[in-house]
């Protein structure tokens, strides 16, 4: 499993950006698929998931700013983030299981400048 991110960069504040994470070497079907992000000094922490059943949980933070979804063969996830804000900033990672196996992505980094 090779989960790439990609769709960061530098945006102003109210601004949008959509990320993507493909899982480059296999086909796998995942089950939950999730982003978490790293914000300077700060721990890692959940931004969004979307599980086997395509149910979907997020952050209350970034409820009604961010939506995660994924491809029907279910290899990439996406996460569209609407008025960003300045304490968005942090390194993006995206996050993959495969029946209890763990896959995690490099980070991707987002901006929000105000």
């Known amino acids: 499993v090779q989960l790439q991110a990609s769709g960061g960069g530098l945006v102003q504040a109210g601004g949008s950006l959509r990320l993507s994470c493909l899982d480059s070497?296999?086909?796998?079907?995942?089950?939950?698929m999730a982003w978490y992000r790293e914000a300077p000094g700060k721990s890692r922490e959940l931004v969004a998931v979307?599980?086997?059943?395509?149910?979907?949980t997020y952050d209350e933070t970034v409820k009604g700013r961010f939506t995660i979804s994924r491809d029907s063969a279910r290899t990439t996830v996406y996460l569209q983030m609407n008025s960003l804000k300045p304490e968005d900033t942090g390194v993006y990672y995206c996050f993959a299981d495969y029946w209890g196996m763990a896959y995690w992505g490099k980070g991707t980094q987002v901006t929000v400048s105000s």
């Open positions: 979307i599980n086997s059943d395509d149910s979907t």
């Open positions: 070497a296999t086909s796998f079907n995942f089950n939950r």
